[in-house]
């Protein structure tokens, strides 16, 4: 099987699952690429170009993902344009600074912010009750929390809307719907930050990347449709089950197994 057709295909479960769950689907797309190609007989991809791939999945897959749960009422627009400008910030930074990181130091963070953020989504927690135009959060720790989680997002290329997700839940108490929403539009804010930092220091493959532009274009919306359909706890026990499982893999490659 070709690179292209692998990469092709690995999109297209990832923005499926971007636009279900609200996130990038970095943290899905980032272990298909790394291991899928040499199961399937293709061509090891590095690990620069992977976390560059998915930082072009996660803007497609949250533009388009956002657009859709927006026209649903679930996207707070005062948490986005709070929340998105610095994690932004953070994200361009973390991005050019990924340039000299070892390829096991990438992946260690990786699996560590995946073990939290899948914590995060099982832990209990008493959510506001309040439609998206009326979510309130405290601006300076929301700040703090985009700053954070963009700077991650940025150094390992998956603009972090997984971990998102999980922050606004347990941390501002935005009700899991909103919270999946408002995270892709936050998402794309540090997402396309990220692009500029991995594009000015190499780490774009551009022929790749309109491959995953592409089925993002297929896979997002229809993730979308399906997630206003289903059950919000449901929702995040799978998000949860995909962050840990992700993290394992990449701990193991990290540690050499």
Known sequence: MSTELVVALSGLVASFLSGLLGIGGGIVLTPLLLYAPQLLGAGALPVKIVTGLTVVQAISGSVLGAQRHRAYGNVANRLVLTMGPPAALASLIGAFLSRDASDQLLLWIFAAFS???????VLPVQAQDAAARDVRANTPF??????AIGAFGGVVGIGAIAFIVAALIYFLRVPPRVAIGSSLGIGMFGA???FIGKAATAQIDPGLAL??????????????????????????RILAILVVIAGIRIALSAAGA
């Open 115 to 121: 073990f939290f953020g899948g914590i995060l989504l």
């Open 142 to 147: 929301a700040v703090a929390l985009a700053i």
């Open 192 to 194: 396309v930050a990220a």
């Open 211 to 236: 491959i995953v532009v592409a089925s993002a274009l297929v896979g997002s919306p229809i993730g979308a449709y399906v997630s206003v359909r289903t059950r919000t706890d449901a929702l995040l």
